[in-house]
């Protein structure tokens, strides 16, 4: 039955504990080729916003990629034109370093004051949405900009740019001494939650196994790569990293040339995936499910409901949130 099964997943270097044992599951080169074909696979790993939002459930919400902490690929940085807006931002990381009991009903009674502008390069979803999310949380809209460069003129809104993937890790390189926002890190803080990145889906659904053949095939399959991945050293893991690196040709294969740089990507890979986590017990796997399918539904009706005028940058945060120094923005 295992020989049956069409798998798929992006070539994105947070799904190689998956694949790197499992030379079967077939790889793209971004979530929406993927999703554009997804129903030419019994299974695919997409981002899990993009099946909540077809509709569709999880297949098993024990596997996909989690994280709890810092994710480290996946930040935004904020864009300082002026004092405003650096105060802006040490507002609202102070706002998002609070614990929210309860991010869905906190979400029903969020008014909108004001909005963000996100520069992005459109590759990712579900960063996006959960940034949204946030945001929305301290009230805020989001505007998004599908342009990842910064302009150097003074903007009437916050502004910040979006990095993730290999870009991301490249940035953290080249500008370590940057302020940034860990996604994974504020969100896990804020809403007291897992951020889960990804999950794996149905595809087809004239599939030539069953539903259930289907779950229990990929979960045996999955739990044989993950523990395999579990199980290797850093170094293995490492050897595994920059191989698959210079397979997809990426720039960190060849910028790592350079013994400093060839260092400081070691390193961070290793801490990389020392903080991404590829299962989870079957039980916080449903909760999780509930709380970001609640969490959906309620995003949806908050963006019918509200509408926020013309925006600036001196406009209160919500009750609890206070200045704070500099250090409180993430310098990963």
Known sequence: MTSQVRMAAVAYLNMLPFFAKNSAIELFSSPQILNTIATQFDAYCSSLIAGLNAEKKPLTSSFGVFSSGPVMSVFVEPVLHNDNHLKFWQQLSEFWSLRQ????????????????????AGDSAQSV??????????????????????QNNAKPLPEACLWIGDAAIARRISEPSALRLDLGDIWNSHTGHRAWFAGWFAGSSQTQVSHLALEETLTQMLQHSVESWKCASDFARWCASFAFLESQKSPLASASAQDDCHNDLREILTDYFNCLEHRISAEEGEQLLSFYSALKAEFVLWMQNEKAEGPTIELPLPCGSTPCSESHLLST
Do not use: Y
Request: glycine share 4%; with cysteine; net charge negative.
């Open 101 to 120: 009991p309860d991010p869905v009903h906190a979400l029903r009674q969020a008014d909108a004051h004001g909005t963000i502008l996100l520069r992005t």
């Open 129 to 150: 949405w959960m940034f949204q999310i946030l945001c929305a949380l301290a009230g805020f809209k989001v505007e998004i900009s599908n342009d990842d460069v910064a």
